[in-house]
């Protein structure tokens, strides 16, 4: 490990320590948020079908509505993008 650790420098060394912070803050918060949904997600469609009542028609919604959320964050994303070109909330002025 110190071999490749020498190889790569020191992790985020270049930043501000602050920023070094936040970073590391939200990699745990993703790994914390991923390891949850790796364990519980599995049963989600076990709950839904006996305890809900769910039919085979709402299980197959479920993935296909969370990556139609997923495609819709991207277009999200552009329009945003284009919104903040056009002015400068913080000051006010526009292009």
């Known amino acids: 490990m110190a071999p490749l650790r020498s190889l790569l420098g020191p992790p985020l060394g270049g930043f501000d320590p ?8 939200e990699i745990s918060a993703a790994l914390l948020v991923t390891a949850s949904a790796s364990v519980t997600g599995p049963f989600t469609g076990l709950i839904l079908r006996r305890e809900l009542g769910a039919t085979p028609l709402q299980l197959a919604a479920l993935p296909a509505a969370c990556a139609a959320s997923l495609l819709l964050s991207l277009l999200w994303q552009r329009m945003l993008a284009r919104r903040a070109r056009r002015s400068d909330v913080s000051s006010g002025r526009g292009p």
Request: proline letters at 0%; glycine letters at 0%.
């Open 18 to 25: 602050d920023l070094r912070r936040v970073v590391r803050i």
